[in-house]
Nanobody, 121 residues
Framework: QVQFVESGGGLVQPGGSLRLSCAAS????????MGWYRRAPGKQRDLVAT???????NYADSVKDRFTISRDNDKNTVYLQMNSLKPEDTAVYYC???????????????WGRGTQVTVSP
């Protein structure tokens, strides 16, 4: 099994910053794509940013130039630096990773439990 430890969420004022982190642990042979999604109240879960193990990134248009995704492959950890936060960034943020548990298995997508980010005066 694979477990995630997510941290860094909280309450911040508009224009502020937060840094999310998510560490994957357990039966891991290799971690491929890692990233973050979010679900705002009453909305579906949407892509925020992803990063391949080679460092290729993909961002939602709404967060480009404000959020930065990074990862530490040795620690199986992904980070999301969020700057210039806006009220519309308020959501539950979910960590995700495509994890290969052994060389004989295809990668499977795992999800964290989510961490709340609230942007409010």
């Amino acid at each position: 099994q694979v477990q995630f430890v997510e941290s860094g969420g909280g309450l911040v004022q508009p224009g502020g910053s937060l840094r999310l982190s998510c560490a994957a642990s357990g039966s891991i042979f290799n971690v491929h794509l890692m990233g973050w999604y979010r679900r705002a109240p009453g909305k579906q879960r949407d892509l925020v940013a992803t990063m391949t193990s080679a460092g290729r990134t993909n961002y939602a248009d709404s967060v480009k130039d404000r959020f930065t995704i990074s990862r530490d492959n040795d620690k199986n950890t992904v980070y999301l630096q969020m700057n210039s936060l806006k009220p519309e960034d308020t959501a539950v943020y979910y960590c995700t990773a495509d994890v290969q548990i052994t060389i004989n298995y295809k990668p499977y997508t795992y999800w964290g439990r989510g961490t709340q980010v609230t942007v409010s005066p």
